[in-house]
């Protein structure tokens, strides 16, 4: 946290160099074409594409931080991208600005099944829609507008309110979306399973090493509409000081109910499947690791920006040389051919 607001006057003059000098050689569809495999691998060919042509500037803020760097959550975070939409952009309208938010939460509850204290903590936002210019070049093929509409529905429902988890599943937004993220999964499952026969190789593969898979089984695009769990700030605020106090007994030698369970959501095991999806939200998320593209994003891509825009163009010299190595090559193997093909001499004896 007290590290925050000593880097941001750094960052804020790198920002400016970025856009005052940087942005006419594509600096950030550089550094996107060169990340860490944690961001490449949800990046698919048709991503690649546009975010190699339209995108002209990321912005990353720990928002909640105070100027002090004694108060406010870091782990909170903002993005703003901003994406061309002259008349030579075939993708984006609207301001081409794009901002998504992530929250971290805190939740605490108990199991039905065993009894037990259940703790879950980990980032919540909400869908974001991107204005595309027509329905035919959405990269999520109408998957984020879906999530977009549910949201809005709730919002509609509940009044400002949050709503039941008998109100969401009522919604014939959410029958919807969760009929189409069915067939993504579906859809995903079965390019898996060609994929591992040998089919397939080689169809719309990019410069990025991964191919044409992603772990989400959808467009990049599709983090804009990540949600995860359904937990508000005054639930979050409720469950760390219960947390608190658990933990102040504990230190005291006081006797505390329940063994606790702590989930997160990389947590996979049996342990953490007893209780199903309260919400609903689980069947309802259209890229379920956004949370771990946001920590890519954030502590990896963005803070090591120039980084890799210098890589971008090491990985191009690297690319050049191997071509200049195979045309030696071939042309030795073309002098030893001539060699072994013309007549040789005869020795007098």
């Not at 909170?76 to 301001?95: A, I, Q």
């Amino acid at each position: 946290r007290t590290s925050v607001p000593r880097l941001r006057p750094l960052f804020a003059r790198r920002s400016t160099l970025i856009t005052s000098k940087l942005t006419q050689t594509d600096f950030w569809p550089r550094v996107f074409a060169s990340a860490p495999p944690e961001v490449d691998n949800y990046i698919l060919p048709s991503d690649a594409q546009i975010i190699g042509r339209c995108l002209k500037n990321l912005t990353v803020e720990r928002f909640s931080v105070n100027d002090a760097g004694d108060a406010g959550e870091p782990r909170n975070v903002r993005f703003t991208f901003e994406f061309d939409t002259s008349p030579d952009n075939e993708w984006f309208g609207g301001d081409g600005k794009i901002v998504k938010e992530f929250y971290w939460r805190k939740s605490i509850g108990v199991s039905e099944k065993s009894g037990r204290r259940r703790v879950w903590e980990g980032l919540v936002s909400l869908p974001v829609r991107i204005p595309w210019r027509s329905a035919e070049v959405d990269p999520t093929k109408g998957l984020l507008d879906a999530a977009c509409d549910l949201a809005e529905a709730e919002r509609k429902v509940g009044g400002g309110k949050k709503v039941t988890a008998e109100q969401r599943l009522e919604l014939p937004e959410y029958e919807k979306l969760v009929t189409e993220v069915a067939k993504v999964e579906a859809e995903a499952h079965l390019h898996a399973e060609c994929g591992s026969d040998g089919e397939g190789e080689g169809e719309g593969d990019h410069d990025h090493e991964h191919g044409g898979g992603s772990p989400a089984g959808m467009s990049f695009f599709a983090w804009f509409g990540y949600r995860g769990r359904d937990i508000s700030a005054e639930e979050s605020e409720e469950a760390v000081k219960a947390d608190e106090e658990y933990w102040g007994k504990i230190s005291r030698g006081e006797k505390v109910e329940g063994e606790e369970v702590i989930e997160r959501d990389d947590d996979d095991g049996d342990d953490y499947d007893e209780d199903d999806d309260e919400d609903g939200l689980m069947d309802a998320e259209i890229f379920p690791d956004g949370d771990d593209l946001a920590f890519a994003l954030s502590d990896d891509l963005w803070e090591n920006a120039l980084k890799y825009y210098v890589q971008s163009f090491e990985e191009a010299d690297d690319f050049d040389s191997d071509i200049d190595f195979d045309l030696e090559d071939g042309m030795e193997d073309n002098d030893d051919e001539e060699e072994t093909d013309r007549p040789r001499k005869k020795v007098k004896t």
